[in-house]
């Protein structure tokens, strides 16, 4: 399963919202993830089910989408948002990432 | 709330074998998904071998043949191995455990692992 994500780098300023997309090549069903990655760190979960928020994710933070077509929005973009955005598909094995898209904050 | 601490060789040549242990600590082994990532500058983020809550084991096609997973719960370890090393292999390797469909979801810190003569 390949995964696609658009855009590959999205710069916004404090406080304005960012829509990140993730594409499927076949249907995941929800079993889609949405990771934070930080230079130097491991990936972080930021969402699973597609529309779960996972444990200490702020509510700026909404997953949604299924089948092959997913969408995660920040709202309010604050300066420690900034980081590389990953999907995951978990539905098949092996699991697949998308190449990420990188969130700047102008 | 469960750590990961994975160690082993971060310098290797061509041709030799990759080593790594993941270490499980304060929860329980059983019962969850243990999985093998990396992420290299040209290829992202590659899952490479997984063990499921029922211990099934599975493989990336792309790696099968190359790669061995094992586990040892009596010491809440698991461990990959990968041989035949290329410089393609350059990447750092992540443990992870948890059940993402439940929202569980644990990293250990990453292992730079480069393979160069």
């Known amino acids: 399963i390949v995964m696609m994500q658009s855009p590959v780098t999205l710069s916004v300023s404090p406080g304005e919202g960012a829509t990140l997309s993730c594409r499927a090549s076949?249907?995941?069903?929800?079993?889609l993830a949405w990771y934070q990655q930080k230079p130097g760190q491991p990936p972080r979960l930021v969402i699973y089910g597609a529309s779960t928020r996972a444990t200490g994710i702020p509510a700026r933070f909404t997953g949604s989408g299924s089948g092959t077509n997913f969408i995660l929005t920040i709202s309010g973009l604050q300066s420690e948002d900034s980081a590389v955005y990953y999907c995951l598909q978990y539905n098949f094995l092996p699991g697949t990432f998308g190449g990420g898209t990188k969130v700047e904050i102008k | 709330q469960v750590q990961l601490q994975q160690w082993g060789a971060g310098l290797l040549k061509p041709s030799e074998t990759l080593s790594l242990t993941c270490a499980v600590d304060?929860?329980?082994?059983?019962?969850?998904?243990w999985t093998w990532i990396r992420q290299s500058p040209g290829k992202g983020l590659e899952w490479i071998a997984e063990v499921s809550h029922t211990g099934s084991v599975s493989y990336n096609p792309s790696l099968r043949g190359r790669v061995a997973f094992s586990s040892d719960t009596s010491k809440n370890h698991f461990s990959l191995e990968l041989t035949s090393l290329t410089a393609a292999d350059t990447a750092v390797y992540y443990c992870r455990g948890g059940w993402t469909s439940q929202g569980l979801d644990w990293w250990g810190q990453g292992t730079l692992v480069t393979v160069s003569s």
């Open positions: 076949h249907s995941v069903n929800d079993n």
């Open positions: 304060g929860g329980s082994f059983s019962g969850f998904f």
